[in-house]
């Protein structure tokens, strides 16, 4: 398949890494508090090439699907390793979502036998009036805080999971870019399992490998700025004056093959271009997503389809 619609599939992969992740369960007394609760906490958290951690909302839960019935959010946070998600989680948690009014924080993973440590550290911000509580095996952590107590979770579980997924969105213009952007991100947003870590789940500095500035891990992707085409290389259609990076990561490789899939068909369409990817020759990332098989997988098929 070399077209989806009028959009061009260009013949590329995408090429991603395996992280380590855990996901939150958060619970406020409303949506108000719960929005400013997943705001806060996923914050800075667009790529670990600065960022302690990438982090974004896997969804909404519903009072009944949550631990204290309160409506509830789900949010995955990636890091390289577990020692380096360990250090971030209870930082963010203790600075993001202790201050926030109302919340109270769960394990997300219980099933999961690889843990690292949440209320077990911010359980001496109660300065020894904390108490613990141990219910159905899960002990939990209350803190005294200003508008009574903030209920957390003594650990966390953690898996194994894909992070870098991505489809890059070229068009000619930028209203035309924005418009296939939200519509790829929007239907990420319906799947379990993902997220999507820039802002508003885009990102328009994308990046390579290295620089020409020593001591700089990672610059511009050159290839994919419109004002450099004639400078270098470039990897833009040649009427595509703009470009847009969606990025995906999911708790497994299947996880983010879907969100890419929804991604692509969701973007398509008459304003748009081209449909590629951003990589890295493969030799960096374990995981290679070629977008024209991903399209043409009988596992996908349902996908997003086009009607």
């Given at each position: 398949m070399e077209q989806l619609g009028?959009?061009?599939?260009?013949?590329?992969?995408?090429?991603?890494f395996g992280m380590t992740f855990t996901r939150l369960w958060i619970t406020a007394h409303d949506a108000y508090w719960l929005d400013a609760a997943v705001r806060e906490v996923t914050g800075y958290g667009s790529s670990v090439i600065a960022c302690d951690a990438e982090?974004?909302?896997e969804g909404w839960l519903a009072p009944e699907q949550t631990p204290d019935g309160r409506p509830g959010a789900a949010v995955l946070l990636f890091a390289f390793s577990t020692d380096k998600l360990a250090k971030a989680v209870p930082v963010r948690v203790?600075?993001?979502?202790?201050?926030?009014?109302?919340?109270?924080?769960?394990?997300?993973?219980?099933?999961?036998?690889?843990r690292i440590p949440l209320g077990k550290h911010l359980r001496f911000f109660g300065d020894g009036y904390q108490k613990s509580k141990l219910l159905a095996g899960v002990r939990y952590w209350r803190i005294p805080v200003m508008d009574g107590e903030f209920v957390v979770e003594e650990s966390l579980g953690t898996g194994r999971g894909v992070a870098g997924g991505n489809i890059v969105i070229q068009t000619r213009d930028v209203p035309s870019g924005l418009a296939a952007a939200r519509r790829a991100v929007e239907a990420v947003g319906g799947l379990p399992g993902v997220m999507t870590p820039f802002p508003g789940g885009v990102a328009r500095?994308?990046?390579?490998?290295?620089?020409?500035?020593?001591?700089?891990?990672?610059?511009?992707a050159d290839a994919y700025c419109p004002s450099l085409r004639g400078r270098v290389t470039s990897q833009l259609h040649p009427e595509a004056n703009c470009a847009y990076e969606v990025v995906m990561d999911g708790v497994s490789e299947q996880a983010v093959a879907a969100a890419m899939v929804a991604a692509l068909r969701a973007a398509a369409g008459d304003?748009?271009?081209?449909?590629?990817?951003?990589?890295?020759?493969?030799?960096?990332?374990k995981f290679s997503f070629a977008l024209r098989t991903l399209l043409q997988s009988p596992d996908f098929s349902k996908i997003g389809a086009l009607t």
């Open positions: 009028p959009t061009w599939i260009q013949d590329t992969f995408a090429e991603a982090a974004g909302l203790g600075q993001c979502l202790m201050t926030c009014p109302t919340t109270a924080v769960y394990d997300g993973l219980r099933e999961s036998s690889r500095s994308g990046s390579k490998v290295g620089s020409r500035y020593k001591g700089l891990v990672a610059s511009t304003e748009v271009l081209a449909l590629g990817a951003g990589n890295y020759g493969g030799k960096l990332g």
